[in-house]
T-cell receptor, first 113, second 109 residues
Framework: NAGVTQTPKFQVLKTGQSMTLQCAQD?????MSWYRQDPGMGLRLIHY???????DQGEVPNGYNVSRSTTEDFPLRLLSAAPSQTSVYFC????????????FGPGTRLTVT | AQRVTQPEKLLSVFKGAPVELKCNYS??????LFWYVQYSRQRLQLLLR??SRESIKGFTADLNKGETSFHLKKPFAQEEDSAMYYC???????????FGTGTRLKVLA
């Protein structure tokens, strides 16, 4: 099992550009989520999904879109990048929503200039 | 509002000393609480969850509903415990995780 994979590992964008951060898991997990990690702020939930075709907003959803067309994939789209979106992004998955361990990806370090 | 507070950004202790990483929460209902750890150059991973009542790597955490706390404790710190520790709460109604800001633990030789 590859677990949770994220691509790319690093990305530099210019303000206004769009891009998609990829996340995939091969563990047949129902629950997937995206977080951003900023110094002094901890991890903040951006969007999450409790199953294919179902997504919902987390704490900081503005400027981001997600979709869940398959169980395995949960891409995060930045529509028009802003410097405030400079952060480290983590994807995570768990078997269900019921108090299960979340498995995290290695992270994507994004810089917006 | 639901919130997880970790008051210490950095905690330095000597090897062999006791460790207590503080976590307080604000939640209306029965909380589901976790501790996650991120070692240097490794992924964030689950350390323990309150529902399991287990001890992992010598760490324990007891849920105190009266004080709304879930402090992480270890009687004798080891150098390999140096890491970033996050307390997290799962909102059972909405399936949203709320993380604290994290505490960096440094165990000095």
């Amino acid at each position: 099992n590859a677990g949770v994979t994220q691509t790319p590992k690093f990305q530099v964008l210019k303000t206004g550009q769009s891009m998609t951060l990829q996340c995939a898991q091969d563990m047949n997990h129902e629950y997937m989520s995206w977080y951003r990690q900023d110094p002094g702020m901890g991890l903040r939930l951006i969007h999450y999904s409790v199953g294919a075709g179902i997504t919902d907003q987390g704490e900081v959803p503005n400027g981001y879109n997600v979709s869940r067309s398959t169980t395995e994939d949960f891409p995060l789209r930045l529509l028009s990048a802003a410097p405030s979106q400079t952060s480290v992004y983590f994807c995570a998955s768990s078997y269900t929503t019921a108090n299960d361990e979340q498995y995290f990806g290695p992270g994507t370090r994004l810089t917006v200039t | 509002a639901q919130r997880v507070t970790q008051p210490e950004k950095l905690l330095s202790v000597f090897k062999g000393a006791p460790v207590e990483l503080k976590c307080n929460y604000s939640y209306s209902g029965s909380p589901e609480l976790f501790w996650y750890v991120q070692y240097s150059r490794q992924r964030l991973q689950l350390l323990l969850r309150h529902i399991s009542r287990e001890s992992i790597k010598g760490f324990t955490a007891d849920l105190n509903k009266g004080e709304t706390s879930f402090h992480l404790k270890k009687p004798f710190a080891q150098e390999e415990d140096s890491a970033m520790y996050y307390c997290a709460l799962l909102s059972s109604g909405t399936y949203k995780y709320i993380f604290g800001t994290g505490t960096r633990l440094k165990v000095l030789a």
